[in-house]
């Protein structure tokens, strides 16, 4: 997921991208944390925020690669839209 997101991600709008197995949180230049959590609910996608700039996402232990590559396609637009 965070390798997918960080390929996606438009060029900048991303600071850090840190966590372990599935626990992934994205550190963003620019679009508030809210922001992009709201763009993804629209999306259909689930995330949190882990402070004002950091989206946290947790998915479940059953996620398959195609869940992984909508998730991390619905990142990348939320924060264009976010942006």
Do not use: C, Q, S, W
């Given at each position: 997921l965070r390798d997918e997101v960080a390929?996606?991600?438009p060029a900048g709008a991303l600071a850090e991208i840190r966590g372990d197995g599935l626990l992934c949180g994205f550190r963003m230049h620019g679009p508030t944390a809210p922001?992009?959590?709201q763009a993804l609910l629209a999306r259909g996608v689930l995330a949190s925020t882990a402070g004002p700039d950091v989206v946290r996402c947790?998915?479940?232990?059953?996620?398959?690669?195609?869940?992984?590559?909508?998730?991390?396609?619905?990142?990348?637009?939320?924060l264009e839209d976010a942006a």
């Open positions: 390929r996606l991600a922001a992009v959590v947790t998915p479940p232990f059953t996620i398959g690669p195609d869940e992984i590559d909508e998730g991390a396609k619905a990142l990348a637009a939320a």
